[in-house]
T-cell receptor, first 113, second 112 residues
Framework: GEQVEQRPPHLSVREGDSAVITCTYT??????FFWYKQEPGASLQLLMK?????EINEGQGFTVLLNKKDKRLSLNLTAAHPGDSVAYFC????????????FGLGTTLQVQP | AQTIHQWPVAEIKAVGSPLSLGCTIK??????LYWYWQATGGTLQQLFY??????VESVVQLNLSASRPKDDQFILSTEKLLLSHSGFYLC???????????FGSGTRLLVI
Protein backbone atom coordinates (compact mmCIF):
# COMPACT_ATOMS: atom_id res chain seq x y z
CA GLY A 1 0.00 0.00 0.00
CA GLU A 2 0.86 3.66 -0.07
CA GLN A 3 3.78 4.77 2.11
CA VAL A 4 4.39 8.39 3.03
CA GLU A 5 7.69 9.68 4.36
CA GLN A 6 7.89 13.20 5.76
CA ARG A 7 11.09 15.15 6.43
CA PRO A 8 12.40 16.72 8.55
CA PRO A 9 10.75 15.71 11.84
CA HIS A 10 11.89 18.96 13.44
CA LEU A 11 12.75 22.23 11.76
CA SER A 12 14.03 25.47 13.24
CA VAL A 13 14.27 28.68 11.20
CA ARG A 14 14.62 32.38 11.90
CA GLU A 15 11.69 34.74 11.48
CA GLY A 16 11.47 35.88 7.87
CA ASP A 17 13.26 32.82 6.50
CA SER A 18 11.54 30.18 4.44
CA ALA A 19 10.75 26.73 5.84
CA VAL A 20 10.46 23.73 3.57
CA ILE A 21 8.85 20.44 4.54
CA THR A 22 8.88 17.53 2.13
CA CYS A 23 6.89 14.32 1.78
CA THR A 24 7.59 11.48 -0.60
CA TYR A 25 5.06 8.84 -1.47
CA THR A 26 5.21 5.51 -3.23
CA UNK A 27 1.97 5.04 -5.17
CA UNK A 28 2.30 6.78 -8.54
CA UNK A 29 -1.48 6.66 -8.93
CA UNK A 30 -2.21 8.71 -5.80
CA UNK A 31 -4.26 11.71 -6.78
CA UNK A 32 -5.15 13.74 -3.71
CA PHE A 33 -2.65 15.32 -1.36
CA PHE A 34 -3.24 17.36 1.78
CA TRP A 35 -1.28 19.58 4.10
CA TYR A 36 -2.60 20.06 7.63
CA LYS A 37 -1.38 22.09 10.56
CA GLN A 38 -1.93 21.17 14.17
CA GLU A 39 -1.50 23.48 17.14
CA PRO A 40 -0.54 21.80 20.44
CA GLY A 41 -3.45 19.82 21.84
CA ALA A 42 -5.74 20.86 19.01
CA SER A 43 -7.34 19.29 15.98
CA LEU A 44 -6.13 19.37 12.39
CA GLN A 45 -6.63 22.42 10.24
CA LEU A 46 -6.51 22.00 6.49
CA LEU A 47 -3.95 24.23 4.79
CA MET A 48 -4.41 23.01 1.27
CA LYS A 49 -5.73 20.12 -0.80
CA UNK A 50 -3.76 19.45 -3.95
CA UNK A 51 -4.79 17.47 -6.98
CA UNK A 52 -2.20 15.62 -8.99
CA UNK A 53 -3.15 17.66 -12.04
CA UNK A 54 -1.73 20.87 -10.55
CA GLU A 55 1.94 21.21 -9.71
CA ILE A 56 2.11 24.58 -8.01
CA ASN A 57 -0.48 25.80 -5.55
CA GLU A 58 -0.23 29.06 -3.66
CA GLY A 59 -1.86 29.81 -0.35
CA GLN A 60 -1.59 32.65 2.13
CA GLY A 61 2.07 32.77 3.03
CA PHE A 62 2.92 29.36 1.62
CA THR A 63 3.35 27.40 -1.59
CA VAL A 64 2.73 23.72 -2.18
CA LEU A 65 4.70 22.00 -4.91
CA LEU A 66 3.90 18.60 -6.33
CA ASN A 67 6.53 16.74 -8.33
CA LYS A 68 4.76 13.73 -9.78
CA LYS A 69 7.85 12.36 -11.45
CA ASP A 70 9.73 12.18 -8.17
CA LYS A 71 6.55 11.48 -6.16
CA ARG A 72 7.36 14.38 -3.87
CA LEU A 73 5.11 16.93 -2.21
CA SER A 74 6.53 19.97 -0.48
CA LEU A 75 5.24 22.80 1.67
CA ASN A 76 7.20 26.02 1.51
CA LEU A 77 6.37 28.58 4.18
CA THR A 78 7.67 31.86 2.80
CA ALA A 79 8.78 34.45 5.36
CA ALA A 80 7.94 32.33 8.40
CA HIS A 81 6.84 34.06 11.59
CA PRO A 82 6.60 32.80 15.20
CA GLY A 83 2.89 32.08 14.78
CA ASP A 84 3.84 29.36 12.28
CA SER A 85 5.46 27.37 15.09
CA VAL A 86 3.14 24.36 15.04
CA ALA A 87 3.16 20.81 13.68
CA TYR A 88 2.57 20.14 10.01
CA PHE A 89 1.35 16.90 8.47
CA CYS A 90 1.11 15.80 4.88
CA UNK A 91 -1.48 13.22 3.90
CA UNK A 92 -2.08 11.23 0.76
CA UNK A 93 -5.32 9.67 -0.37
CA UNK A 94 -4.67 6.79 -2.77
CA UNK A 95 -6.93 6.52 -5.78
CA UNK A 96 -9.77 4.04 -6.03
CA UNK A 97 -12.23 5.38 -3.44
CA UNK A 98 -10.22 3.83 -0.64
CA UNK A 99 -11.48 6.36 1.93
CA UNK A 100 -8.08 6.16 3.58
CA UNK A 101 -5.80 9.06 4.38
CA UNK A 102 -2.17 8.07 4.84
CA PHE A 103 -0.35 10.61 7.00
CA GLY A 104 3.32 11.45 7.21
CA LEU A 105 4.96 11.40 10.63
CA GLY A 106 4.75 15.16 10.96
CA THR A 107 7.15 18.10 11.24
CA THR A 108 7.41 20.35 14.25
CA LEU A 109 8.40 23.83 13.11
CA GLN A 110 10.03 26.35 15.43
CA VAL A 111 10.35 29.92 14.16
CA GLN A 112 12.82 31.95 16.20
CA PRO A 113 12.12 35.70 16.53
CA ALA B 1 -23.31 24.66 7.78
CA GLN B 2 -22.02 21.31 8.91
CA THR B 3 -20.71 20.87 12.42
CA ILE B 4 -18.80 18.00 13.97
CA HIS B 5 -18.86 17.42 17.71
CA GLN B 6 -16.81 14.95 19.69
CA TRP B 7 -17.32 13.91 23.27
CA PRO B 8 -15.89 13.75 25.83
CA VAL B 9 -13.16 16.33 25.47
CA ALA B 10 -10.81 14.34 27.71
CA GLU B 11 -10.85 11.17 29.78
CA ILE B 12 -8.62 9.52 32.34
CA LYS B 13 -9.42 5.84 32.58
CA ALA B 14 -7.99 2.80 34.32
CA VAL B 15 -6.46 -0.12 32.46
CA GLY B 16 -9.12 -2.77 31.91
CA SER B 17 -12.03 -0.37 32.10
CA PRO B 18 -14.46 0.16 29.19
CA LEU B 19 -14.44 3.15 26.90
CA SER B 20 -16.94 4.86 24.66
CA LEU B 21 -16.12 7.92 22.56
CA GLY B 22 -18.71 9.68 20.47
CA CYS B 23 -18.87 11.79 17.35
CA THR B 24 -21.88 13.58 15.86
CA ILE B 25 -22.19 15.33 12.51
CA LYS B 26 -24.95 17.88 12.01
CA UNK B 27 -26.04 19.45 8.76
CA UNK B 28 -25.02 16.68 6.38
CA UNK B 29 -26.93 13.55 5.55
CA UNK B 30 -25.11 10.30 4.85
CA UNK B 31 -21.60 11.58 5.54
CA UNK B 32 -18.57 9.33 5.32
CA LEU B 33 -17.24 9.08 8.88
CA TYR B 34 -13.76 8.22 10.16
CA TRP B 35 -11.87 7.56 13.40
CA TYR B 36 -8.19 8.45 13.71
CA TRP B 37 -5.78 7.91 16.58
CA GLN B 38 -2.68 9.92 17.36
CA ALA B 39 -0.15 8.75 19.94
CA THR B 40 1.42 11.59 21.90
CA GLY B 41 3.95 13.27 19.64
CA GLY B 42 3.11 10.88 16.81
CA THR B 43 1.31 10.82 13.52
CA LEU B 44 -2.31 10.02 12.77
CA GLN B 45 -3.43 6.50 12.07
CA GLN B 46 -6.81 5.73 10.57
CA LEU B 47 -8.75 3.20 12.64
CA PHE B 48 -12.20 2.87 11.05
CA TYR B 49 -14.45 4.38 8.43
CA UNK B 50 -18.13 4.17 7.72
CA UNK B 51 -20.06 4.97 4.56
CA UNK B 52 -23.55 4.31 5.87
CA UNK B 53 -25.56 3.48 8.97
CA UNK B 54 -24.76 0.10 10.46
CA UNK B 55 -21.68 -0.41 8.29
CA VAL B 56 -18.13 0.03 9.58
CA GLU B 57 -14.85 -0.93 7.94
CA SER B 58 -11.77 -1.58 10.05
CA VAL B 59 -8.42 -0.23 8.92
CA VAL B 60 -6.36 -0.84 12.06
CA GLN B 61 -8.17 -2.33 15.03
CA LEU B 62 -5.88 -1.78 18.03
CA ASN B 63 -8.36 -3.82 20.15
CA LEU B 64 -11.04 -1.19 19.53
CA SER B 65 -14.38 -1.38 17.79
CA ALA B 66 -16.60 1.16 16.11
CA SER B 67 -20.29 1.41 15.37
CA ARG B 68 -22.59 3.72 13.48
CA PRO B 69 -25.99 3.44 15.15
CA LYS B 70 -27.41 6.53 13.42
CA ASP B 71 -26.65 8.41 10.22
CA ASP B 72 -25.06 11.26 12.13
CA GLN B 73 -23.34 9.30 14.90
CA PHE B 74 -20.07 7.34 15.08
CA ILE B 75 -18.99 5.56 18.27
CA LEU B 76 -15.57 4.19 19.19
CA SER B 77 -15.43 1.72 22.05
CA THR B 78 -13.67 -1.09 23.81
CA GLU B 79 -14.52 -3.40 26.70
CA LYS B 80 -11.02 -3.31 28.18
CA LEU B 81 -8.60 -0.44 27.84
CA LEU B 82 -4.86 -0.95 27.46
CA LEU B 83 -2.11 1.50 28.33
CA SER B 84 -1.35 1.70 24.61
CA HIS B 85 -4.79 3.19 23.97
CA SER B 86 -3.65 6.50 25.40
CA GLY B 87 -3.54 9.31 22.88
CA PHE B 88 -5.67 11.71 20.90
CA TYR B 89 -8.73 10.42 19.06
CA LEU B 90 -10.06 12.39 16.14
CA CYS B 91 -13.31 11.91 14.30
CA UNK B 92 -13.62 13.22 10.77
CA UNK B 93 -16.20 13.40 8.02
CA UNK B 94 -16.25 13.81 4.26
CA UNK B 95 -19.01 14.05 1.67
CA UNK B 96 -17.67 11.18 -0.38
CA UNK B 97 -14.38 9.48 -1.10
CA UNK B 98 -11.76 11.90 -2.41
CA UNK B 99 -13.49 14.97 -0.98
CA UNK B 100 -12.29 17.23 1.81
CA UNK B 101 -11.94 15.77 5.28
CA UNK B 102 -13.07 17.87 8.24
CA PHE B 103 -11.79 16.87 11.66
CA GLY B 104 -13.46 17.24 15.02
CA SER B 105 -11.79 18.85 18.00
CA GLY B 106 -10.69 15.48 19.37
CA THR B 107 -10.78 13.52 22.61
CA ARG B 108 -7.64 13.20 24.70
CA LEU B 109 -7.45 9.84 26.48
CA LEU B 110 -5.05 8.88 29.23
CA VAL B 111 -5.06 5.29 30.40
CA ILE B 112 -3.40 4.68 33.76
Amino acid sequence: GEQVEQRPPHLSVREGDSAVITCTYTDPNSYYFFWYKQEPGASLQLLMKVFSSTEINEGQGFTVLLNKKDKRLSLNLTAAHPGDSVAYFCAVEPTGNTRKLIFGLGTTLQVQP
Amino acid sequence: AQTIHQWPVAEIKAVGSPLSLGCTIKGKSSPNLYWYWQATGGTLQQLFYSITVGQVESVVQLNLSASRPKDDQFILSTEKLLLSHSGFYLCAWSRTANSDYTFGSGTRLLVI
